[in-house]
């Protein structure tokens, strides 16, 4: 017998691979391997990496709920991943990061893995199944280097290796993810670094010599040096995947070259097309412009969270930041700006009150009124159609709010609880709670958290004040020290009230 809820709400998904909206078959059910691009970890985590992590959270999310068991495999880029991806040229990002901050590349590395998921953490995003990074994986990217070396895809030039993408063209269609045609991108190509090197410009290094001032580097059967950035993806997937896996994600920006980059680099080393199914998420603008250090519309996650950026006018929760995120659907784009911030504030606001007061709901049957009876049902049931339509996370929000309507109703007395049925009832609080909570990921402890916090200081603060206006300054200086000791500074105003401050 087969209880699963993916045999009843069967799963589609919009593949970039036929842009076609297909049913969901993977190899091995109930299995399911799933592989994200993970972040480049040289800088803060920015509101980029929070949309490619949170809507891969809740297709990891809802593919678990509908009762796969999913493998999901993010990784680190710690190495290879240069300035100009395009044309696969220029510094290091770690190693540049490195140098500027007279720092090991491995501290970088360090640093910013772990802010990326201490940010994450607060995003309420789950950890993957498996973090590789590139630096661990160097002696598997070497062996498919081998390997498309022995199958004639790749060719050697002092050290560096290059794939044939000529060679690979002549039995593939390249392009086939992002639309792009080789001859086109070879006739508009720059003068690039390495283009001696290379037969053609587009052909992408799999491994990189390493010059004498280079840090980062490893031994290997063509001389030091390091791996390309595209190789460690198809090194770290097939590893813990397989040859061919379900599902592979990432951004839109990561289609060309990074994307068919992978796709050839299968084909050279086993012959296989990597996934079946390629998920791309949209991209973040910040009020219509593009995120760039340059326009000063970059924007870090901590930011976002103190409010510290001359473009915010308030400080964001994660789960407002995660909330506004999930209203868009992950392959539309989203638009940054206060206002949607502020607006999204106030409808996740609305989401857990009704998830509240519905808990606080108490049921008893009276006559049943059908229509009324039918109609939650319904809506409860669109909720699992809309996430299995693609993982419609927009529209699911939407039957959401249509329900805390009702939730509302029902509070207010304007609809008559004793009307719906206890299967109803029933049906109503779990799948409203299971929606917002295991799929959506949604919840109010990081708000409540900062209320509670702002509210035990407060109440520090009086005390305190009671304590000078009855001249006991014993107590009165061990609040202040011992509350100094836990990061937050008092201090006492001329007019007599207090403020503070916290200092870490
Ligand atoms: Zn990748």
Same mark, same amino acid.
């Given at each position: ?14 593949? =970039? ?37 949170? #809507?891969? *959270? ?36 770690? !190693? ?87 001859? *086109?991108?070879?006739?508009? =190509?720059?003068?690039? @670094?390495?283009?001696? @090197?290379?037969? !053609? ?74 996934? #079946? ?19 000063? #519309? ?90 299995? *339509? ?11 709010? *249509?329900?805390? =309507? ?16 206890? @299967? ?51 107590? !009165? ?7 100094? @000791? ?14 503070? !401050?916290?200092?870490?």
């Amino acid at each position: 017998m087969d209880h699963a809820l993916y045999t009843k709400y069967p799963l589609s998904v919009v593949n =970039s691979l036929t842009r076609q909206k297909e049913v969901f078959e993977p190899i091995n059910p109930p299995l399911v391997g799933m592989y994200l691009c993970g972040p480049t970890v040289y800088g803060d985590p920015h509101l980029g990496h929070a949309r490619s992590a949170v #809507n891969f *959270d809740v297709i990891f999310r809802y593919l678990a709920f509908l009762g796969y068991k999913v493998r999901y495999v993010r990784n680190i880029t710690d190495v290879g991943h240069l300035e100009d991806e395009v044309a696969g040229a220029g510094e290091d990002k770690v !190693s540049k990061k490195a140098r500027l901050e007279k720092l090991e590349p491995m501290e970088i590395v360090q640093l910013y893995t772990y802010r990326y998921r201490d940010a994450l953490r607060l995003l309420n995003v789950l950890p993957p199944s498996i973090e590789p990074s590139a630096t661990g994986h160097i002696i598997e990217q070497i062996e498919i280097i081998q390997s498309i070396l022995k199958h004639g895809y790749a060719y050697e030039v002092n050290g560096s290796i290059y794939f044939d993408l000529g060679k690979y063209a002549q039995e593939q269609e390249y392009g086939q993810i992002s639309g792009k045609v080789l001859e *086109d991108l070879q006739s508009g =190509s720059r003068q690039t @670094e390495g283009l001696d @090197e290379k037969r !053609s410009p587009h052909d992408f290094a799999l491994w990189k010599k390493a010059n004498p001032e280079h840090i980062m580097r490893w031994d290997s059967p063509w001389g030091e040096g390091f791996p390309g950035w595209h190789l460690e993806c198809t090194a770290m997937s097939t590893k813990y995947l397989g040859e061919t896996f379900d599902i592979h994600g990432g951004g839109l920006d990561l289609q060309f070259p990074h994307h068919e980059a992978e796709v050839a680099q299968s084909y050279g080393a086993f012959h296989n097309h990597p996934a #079946n199914y390629w998920i791309h998420h949209n991209l973040i603008t910040i009020d219509g412009q593009k995120m760039s250090k340059s326009k000063g #519309n970059f924007i870090t996650l901590d930011q976002l969270f103190t409010g510290d950026h001359a473009l915010l006018v308030q400080a964001y929760s994660p789960a407002t930041i995660r909330f506004f995120i999930l209203q868009a659907h992950y392959r539309s784009p989203v638009d940054f700006s206060n206002e949607a911030l502020q607006a999204a504030e106030k409808g996740l606001t609305r989401l857990l009150n009704a998830q509240e007061t519905l808990g606080k709901l108490n049921h008893q049957s009276g006559t049943i009124d059908e229509k009324l009876n039918k109609e939650i049902n319904q809506l409860c049931e669109q909720c699992y159609w809309e996430m299995s *339509d693609d993982f419609n996370t927009a529209k699911l929000i939407a039957v959401l709010f *249509d329900l805390s =309507s009702k939730i509302n109703g029902f509070n207010h007395q304007k609809l008559d609880l004793a009307a719906i049925s206890t @299967e109803t009832f029933q049906h109503l609080r779990k799948t409203f709670q299971d929606f917002i909570s295991e799929v959506l990921g949604l919840q109010a402890e990081a708000t409540n958290d900062t209320q509670q916090k702002e509210g035990l200081i407060e109440l520090l603060i009086s005390i305190r004040n009671q304590a000078r206006a009855n001249k006991d300054f014993a107590t !009165s200086d061990q609040i202040r020290d011992q509350l100094k @000791e836990l990061g937050v500074q008092l201090k006492d105003e001329k007019a007599g009230s207090t403020t503070y !401050s916290f200092t870490n």
